[in-house]
Nanobody, 126 residues
Framework: QVQLVESGGGLVQAGGSLRLSCAASGRTLTSYPMGWFRQAPGKEREFVAASSWSGVSTSYADSVKGRFTITRGNAKNTVYLQMSSLKPEDTAIYYC???????????????????WGQGTQVTVSS
């Protein structure tokens, strides 16, 4: 069973940047599409970005397109979310997730992911 651990969250001023990391233990992430989601207080978990298992195909929520980039590490066992031009509305807990059934090439829905990390807090001050 693969386990995911996110890191890299923190407090940043509007306009700043952060890079989130998601590392796997237990099994390799090599063959799994991966995604990033976020959840703000009082709101539902929402899609942020996703990558195919190879990293060649990606998808982004309209709200982050052009500002966030999802990449996979060279060993494919780590997934990153580079966040730039951060806005206060980006404040949320960010989760990485794995789509271990490999049915969808670039999954974008919460219910398409079956393994989740514990989340990392990102706070953007104005």
């Amino acid at each position: 069973q693969v386990q995911l651990v996110e890191s890299g969250g923190g407090l940043v001023q509007a306009g700043g940047s952060l890079r989130l990391s998601c590392a796997a233990s237990g099994r390799t992430l090599t063959s799994y599409p991966m995604g990033w989601f976020r959840q703000a207080p009082g709101k539902e978990r929402e899609f942020v970005a996703a990558s195919s298992w190879s990293g060649v195909s990606t998808s982004y929520a309209d709200s982050v397109k052009g500002r966030f980039t999802i990449t996979r590490g060279n060993a494919k066992n780590t997934v990153y979310l580079q966040m730039s031009s951060l806005k206060p509305e980006d404040t949320a807990i960010y989760y990485c997730a794995a789509h271990t059934s490999r049915i969808v090439i670039v999954p974008t829905r919460v219910n398409e992911y079956d393994v989740w990390g514990q989340g990392t807090q990102v706070t953007v001050s104005s």
